[in-house]
Nanobody, 120 residues
Framework: QGPLVESGGGLVQAGDSLKLSCFVEGLYPMGWFRQAPGKEREFVAAINRNGDVTVHGDSVEGRFSISRDNAKNTVYLQMNDLKVEDTAVYYC?????????????????WGQGTQVTVSA
């Protein structure tokens, strides 16, 4: 296992919910990104070390929510009202500094990815 361990992906139907988890050793700003086949990597959400600052991508705003439980060394991505276009491999990433934000270059460690497939 690497420094980041993701879990929670799967196959769901449109309108369903799914919660991804990412175990991270140490206290870092964290983010979630996704990549669908044939598309560029897309920012999904980011959270600072304390968990009191978050930002979400435009395409998931209002449906997805990032959070963390530092006592459990885990960052979560709650995904509600899933759509077919949310189908992708989802990656958690460990950032630098206090808050890494939307930019992939601010993250230096990436998880192995977990597949989320949403059927119509």
């Amino acid at each position: 296992q690497g420094p980041l361990v993701e879990s929670g992906g799967g196959l769901v139907q449109a309108g369903d919910s799914l919660k991804l988890s990412c175990f991270v050793e140490g206290l870092y700003p964290m983010g979630w990104f996704r990549q669908a086949p044939g598309k560029e990597r897309e920012f999904v959400a980011a959270i600072n070390r304390n968990g009191d600052v978050t930002v979400h991508g435009d395409s998931v705003e209002g449906r997805f929510s990032i959070s963390r439980d530092n006592a459990k060394n885990t960052v979560y991505l709650q995904m509600n009202d899933l759509k077919v276009e949310d189908t992708a491999v989802y990656y958690c990433a460990r950032g630098r500094g206090r808050f890494a934000g939307r930019w992939a270059e601010n993250y230096d460690v990436w998880g192995q990815g977990t597949q989320v497939t949403v059927s119509a």
